[in-house]
């Protein structure tokens, strides 16, 4: 399968992209958390990537002004140019409540935090 768009690449290859980031990236906390959590790249407008993130937590924590830097070199590094990160909440793609779904639960209310 060829892939020719970049958010295409970076969808296909994000689990990759984060395995191989520079080397003196591989001890940031922003690593750490790009590697546990429920997060995937969802859209590329211009130099902006839009990451989904499926915790509120995990989006905080990558939204901090050094993980955002350190996200965006990894990102940059791959793309070949300059990018800027922007997070947004996903809960819907949490894998506890896909599961949940998958065996017949339904969503009766959600809670805005």
Known sequence: MEV???IERLKVHWKLII????????RA??????KSAPVRP???DGDVV???FGS??????IEKIENLR???RVISGFLGRTCQVKCILDENQNHLVKEALKMGAQ???EEKK
């Open 4 to 6: 020719t768009s970049e």
């Open 19 to 26: 395995k191989q980031a520079p080397a003196d990236l591989q």
């Open 29 to 34: 906390p922003a690593l750490a958390v790009l």
């Open 42 to 44: 969802v859209s590329l």
């Open 50 to 52: 839009c990451l989904a």
């Open 56 to 61: 509120k937590i995990f989006k905080d924590m």
């Open 70 to 72: 350190v996200t965006e």
């Open 107 to 109: 969503i009766v209310s």
